[in-house]
């Protein structure tokens, strides 16, 4: 640099995985990924905790569901999700237990929300996706 030599000494860390594993949720239309570290630093999210929306499909008529790719899930009917094993858990109780509505904590752009989603909207949805 301006004819100046420099030495430096690196030391490479491993990034982890890039990219989390997606989780379709077809009775309550949408797609979750669990949230990783690089995940993390391209969103500039505060921590890993929770599970990202990936995909929102529409419901009857066309209309949404209020939900946006990139919102972060935190809680499922008061069941804290602290990543995608939870909130898989969760998903799969609910499912079983017939729910009609479904409550979610949301992070959007650092506000917290709560997001009512009414199962039955699903049952004869659209398969498009946002």
């Given at each position: 640099?301006?004819?100046?030599?420099?030495s430096?000494?690196?030391k490479?860390?491993?990034?982890?995985?890039l990219?989390g594993?997606?989780?379709?949720?077809?009775?309550?239309?949408f797609?979750?990924?669990?949230?990783?570290?690089?995940?993390?630093?391209?969103?500039?999210l505060?921590?890993?905790?929770?599970?990202?929306?990936?995909?929102?499909?529409?419901?009857?008529?066309?209309?949404?569901?209020?939900?946006?790719?990139?919102d972060?899930?935190?809680?499922?009917?008061?069941?804290?999700?602290?990543g995608?094993?939870?909130?898989?858990?969760?998903?799969?109780?609910?499912?079983?237990?017939?729910?009609?509505?479904?409550i979610?904590r949301i992070?959007?752009?650092?506000?917290?929300?709560?997001?009512?989603?009414?199962?039955e909207?699903?049952?004869?949805?659209?398969?498009d996706?946002?």
């Amino acid at each position: 640099r301006n004819e100046k030599e420099f030495s430096f000494k690196l030391k490479t860390i491993e990034l982890g995985e890039l990219q989390g594993e997606d989780f379709e949720c077809p009775d309550w239309g949408f797609t979750v990924k669990g949230i990783t570290q690089q995940m993390q630093i391209e969103n500039r999210l505060d921590d890993t905790v929770g599970v990202m929306v990936t995909g929102v499909r529409r419901i009857r008529g066309g209309s949404l569901t209020g939900l946006r790719r990139g919102d972060i899930i935190s809680s499922v009917n008061r069941s804290i999700i602290s990543g995608l094993p939870e909130f898989i858990k969760v998903y799969r109780e609910q499912v079983a237990s017939n729910v009609e509505k479904v409550i979610l904590r949301i992070n959007r752009g650092g506000s917290m929300r709560l997001h009512s989603l009414r199962v039955e909207d699903f049952k004869e949805g659209e398969e498009d996706e946002e």
